[in-house]
């Protein structure tokens, strides 16, 4: 049973964190937590997140929480597992956040959010949940609960610690966090889970800078600095900020790092971020703009077919990876020289009335013939997909058209295949088999050069399907099944915090 009082606000640093608050006693338990009318839990302790029936009350009142299966007893054992750690300073009382942080499916728009194209995203049941609290060490200690691996990341430093292809991740938060804001006057202690099959397209190294980054944001409070208050305003400006974390470049007056590595931009991070149970986020990049959002069709679900070949933004598939990018860049760069424009991207370039694919050949007529073959199949996948095939999709499924919406995704794949060139056997096949079978729709999708691939299905269907999928690709790639992985995953709510006000960290509903 719980006990509810209306209370006034109590003191808070926090400039936008004036709420009137219910303050909460389980006469069970004896724990009391308290949480703010809008529903965004603004002060959450340690011993409260590790008792299960506060932790359950906690989250059946929070509407994004509620909708994520399994997240109360995640909560409680990695409030747990922070306990453990023994980080100095760190008691029951300490102050403590939760982070949800989830996968994202890239439903539509391959490699087209750095050169300033749209995509179609949603997020996933899959995902990482954090517990960080305060405490007296000066860095980030980092439990990882699956892999039962600690790391200790200090404020100086950091990239100086950094011994794994996946910590270059969390060390570059960090170490961004302390150049672009300031370092924290105290330390965080932090455990997390994940789900998220590593490697296998869905964006589990994105998910992990924005769950990393947003536990340094609530406990450290960024937005009191000249930095933060200066340049990052709105969502779409925390979103563009944590992909230039990524790829190490400078974002407005915040200066870059080194980064992961990879030369990609912000959807990810906006799809993690910003996605909508049961919806797929229509987002425009460069500047990142939300453009709208469309239904998934009714009784649908998304399964997943991971093809166990891994795709490691951060070590073999880099090279490949930022030589799609490259070629944007060219492309862009041959046209601007040619015909004297200063188009800033490729999607300012196909959007103006004065473009066309003829024309770009023309304009390619003076480079040696196998690069200008290499820009042309570039610039006209670019094109296609960002100007026909992700429209066209839009209407099919506004109009109920699913198997218009169907074809739209085969042809999109097909062009992956013929002009992108980022597909491997085992996802090529993944889709046509997925298709054989009946679904309304199949791609791969995410960086490429391995990875995973999403079907929609019914509902009703998708369990039955996913085992047939599963059997096709055991007896075609026999030596990948052991590392494959299939489930399947609805759409679920993007990224949240408890303990901190949404406001503050920029995680509005709209940009």
């Known amino acids: 049973m719980v006990r509810k009082e209306f209370s006034l606000p109590w003191p808070s640093r926090r400039r936008s964190s004036e709420f009137w608050r219910i303050s909460c006693l389980n006469e069970v338990s004896g724990e009391r937590f308290r949480f703010n009318m809008t529903g965004y839990f603004d002060h959450l302790d340690l011993a409260s997140l590790s008792n299960t029936t506060v932790v359950r009350e906690i989250v059946e009142r929070d509407q994004r929480a509620s909708q994520v299966p399994g997240i109360v007893s995640r909560i409680t054992e990695l409030a747990g597992l922070v ?49 960080a609290v305060v405490s007296d060490e000066p860095g980030v200690r980092m439990q990882d609960m699956v892999l039962s691996s600690s790391d200790f ?139 709208g959002s469309v ?25 490949l990876y930022n030589n799609a990018v490259a070629l944007a860049t060219e492309s862009l760069s041959r046209w601007n020289q040619a015909t004297g424009t200063r188009f800033e991207t490729l999607g300012d370039l196909v959007s103006d ?26 610039m006209r996948h670019f094109y296609e997909e960002t100007e026909s095939i992700i429209p066209s999709a839009i209407q099919a499924l506004r109009t109920g058209n699913v198997e218009q919406f169907g074809l ?47 079907a929609l299905a019914p509902r009703q269907d998708a369990d039955r399907i996913m085992r047939e999928w599963m059997a096709d690709y055991g007896q075609s790639f026999p030596d990948r099944i052991r590392h494959a992985r299939f489930f399947v995953d609805p759409t679920g709510p993007g990224a949240f915090v408890m303990g901190s006000a949404a406001d503050t960290l920029l995680l509005q509903p709209k940009f």
């Open 408 to 454: 739209e995704v085969d042809r999109s794949q097909e062009l992956t295949d013929s002009l992108l060139g980022n597909l491997v056997p085992e996802t090529r096949f993944l889709a046509k088999s997925a298709r054989k079978l009946g679904v309304l729709a199949s791609s791969a999708f995410g960086a490429g050069f391995g990875g995973s691939v999403w």
């Open 295 to 319: 239904a998934l069709p009714d009784d649908s679900v998304f399964i997943i077919g991971s093809s166990g070949v891994r795709a490691r933004k951060s070590q073999g598939a880099r090279e």
């Open 83 to 131: 306990s453990s750690l023994n980080s100095p300073g760190v008691t029951d009382d300490s102050r403590a956040v939760v982070v949800y942080a989830p996968g994202r499916i890239e439903v539509l728009g391959k490699h087209t959010d750095y050169a300033g194209g749209s995509s179609l995203t949603c997020a996933v049941n899959h995902s990482f949940v954090f517990v």
């Open 353 to 378: 009335s004065g473009f066309s694919l003829g024309q770009f050949r023309e304009v390619m007529t003076d480079v040696e013939l196998s690069q200008a073959k290499a820009l042309t199949r570039r």
């Open 153 to 291: 990341l200090p404020y100086e430093n950091t990239q100086d610690t950094v011994r794994s292809s996946w910590l270059s991740y969390p060390a570059s938060v960090v170490e961004r966090f302390v150049v672009n804001f300031k370092s924290p006057d105290k330390g965080i202690s932090l455990a997390f889970s994940n789900t998220i099959p590593r490697a296998s397209g869905m964006s589990s190294s994105s998910a992990l800078i924005v769950g990393i980054y947003l536990c340094m944001a609530a406990l450290a409070e960024p937005e009191l600095t000249p930095g933060f208050a200066e340049h990052l305003l709105t969502g779409a400006d925390l979103a563009d900020y944590l992909g230039s974390v990524e790829n190490g470049y400078d974002f407005k007056g915040l200066v870059g790092r080194a980064g992961v590595g990879t030369q990609g931009g912000a959807q990810d991070h906006t799809a993690v971020l910003f996605s909508e149970m049961g919806k797929l986020g229509y987002f425009g990049y460069r500047p990142l703009r939300r453009l």
